[in-house]
């Protein structure tokens, strides 16, 4: 996005890129899709793509890749073992994070399967701003349970606090004395709190979940998706 003056003076915010590909789409008449949507009983998964208009279930793996992406797939070396992207990429990471380990998944429901499958035992709790839906059940499916520990504040929508997202610091604490840090396998923080309208939480509020989880010895898992 580009901040551009326009002649007359204005700043316009352009997006600088042009889109390409064309999907066809398919525009049932309304009496259709009602009935679709009772088939499907009010389930948006159970809906067949061609009932739908416009799909705004998720933007996960469904929107448009830049030029730069698809070209990168083509030359992308592929081979086996001792790949030169997976090099490229592990370089990076390190160059940005600073970490030498880490683990490439496909998706963040594999992260959280993975996660949860490591971490997570039969009576675990797991504190964090709001839960998603995949993260809630991999968490649930290994026997742990999720505390969510928003902000009073989070729910209500004519709040202009900036930050709906953020963890509320003494619930959390609470959570962790009445559970015991023992039984906590890690507090997640979410960074876009998808399920309460995206609110973000702020830097600061990180710091300070971070602080708390470093006094009890609790790993902190970041969902920036
Ligand atoms: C916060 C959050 N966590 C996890 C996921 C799961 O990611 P994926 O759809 O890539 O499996 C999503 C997907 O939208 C998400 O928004």
Known sequence: MADVKFYSGENVPLEMHKVRIVQKLNLQPIERRLEAINEAGQNTFLLRNQDVFMDMLTDSGVNAMS???QA???VADDSYAGSETFTRLENKIEEIF????FLPAHQG????NIISQVYVKEGSVVPMNYHFTTTQAHISLNGGRVEEVYLDEALEITSDNLFKGNMDIAKLRDVIEKNGAENIPFVRIETGTNLIG???HSLENM????KVCDEYGIMLVL???
């Open 67 to 69: 030029d730069r992406q």
């Open 72 to 74: 990168a797939m083509l």
């Open 98 to 101: 600073g970490t030498k380990y």
């Open 109 to 112: 429901r594999a992260c959280e």
């Open 198 to 200: 995206g609110q973000p």
């Open 207 to 210: 710091h300070e979940v971070r």
């Open 223 to 225: 969902d920036a998706s």
